[in-house]
C-alpha cells in the first residue's frame, strides 16, 4: 500500500446513469477520501455509531454504508440480499438495531412509513437516488433526528450534495417546499 498514489484506482462502478447507455465510472483514491471526508464532516459519524446497511453492492451508495462506519470506528450491519427490499423485515432491523445512520431511496422510505416505520430520534436519516417529494419529507422528519436529501452522479463518487431537511413552517410558504431543493455541494466538491 506504501507505493498507493491519489490517481490510483480505487474502485469501478458500472452504471447506465441518467443515459440509459452502460459505462464503466473509475474512481481514484484521491476522490474517494475526499468524498469520505466531506460525508464525516457533514453527518458527523461517531466511534461507534451503527450504520443498517441495505444497498445491493451494484449502488454506489454501498461506498458510504461500508466504508463511513469502518472509517469512523463504527459499526455495520447488513441486511442479507434477499431481505433487504422486504420492508417489513427492514423495519423490524431498524427496531432491533437501533441505527445511527440509514439510507434509503424516497420510494422504499415511503414503504417503510406504510411498514410501520418507529420513532428513532438518534437516526441521521439520508434520502437520495431520486427526487424526495415534500410530503414525504413532512412524514419522514419526525421519526428521525435528522434527515438529509442527498444527491450525486456516480461520476461523482457517490453523494455530491446534500440538504439538511427541515420541517416547513407557515412563514416559509415563500420559499421552495421542504425537500424539494436539491441542496449544496459536500465540502471540496
Given at each position: ?31 474517494l477520501a ?20 441495505i444497498s ?134
Amino acid at each position: 500500500f506504501a507505493d498507493l498514489a491519489p490517481e490510483d484506482l480505487a474502485y469501478v462502478m458500472f452504471t447506465s446513469g441518467s443515459t440509459g447507455t452502460p459505462k464503466s465510472v473509475a474512481v481514484p483514491h484521491r476522490a474517494l477520501a475526499n468524498y469520505l471526508a466531506a460525508v464525516g464532516q457533514v453527518f458527523a459519524p461517531r466511534s461507534g455509531d451503527r450504520l443498517l446497511s441495505i444497498s445491493a453492492t451494484t449502488f454506489d451508495s454501498i461506498i458510504y454504508e461500508v466504508l463511513l462506519p469502518l472509517g469512523t470506528g463504527g459499526e455495520l450491519v447488513m441486511i442479507e440480499e434477499d431481505l433487504r427490499r422486504d420492508p417489513w423485515h427492514i423495519v423490524e432491523c431498524l427496531r432491533d438495531t437501533a441505527p445511527h445512520h440509514f439510507f434509503a431511496t424516497p420510494s422504499l422510505w415511503r414503504m417503510l412509513l406504510q411498514a410501520g416505520l418507529p420513532d428513532m430520534p438518534q437516526l441521521t436519516a439520508l434520502a437520495g437516488g431520486e427526487a424526495l417529494p415534500p410530503r414525504l419529507a413532512a412524514q419522514i422528519l419526525p421519526r428521525v433526528g435528522r434527515l438529509y436529501n442527498v444527491y450525486g452522479p456516480t461520476e461523482a463518487t457517490v453523494f455530491s450534495t446534500w440538504q439538511d431537511v427541515q420541517p416547513q413552517t407557515e412563514c416559509d410558504r415563500t420559499r421552495p417546499a421542504v425537500g424539494s431543493q436539491i441542496g449544496r455541494p459536500f465540502p471540496g466538491y
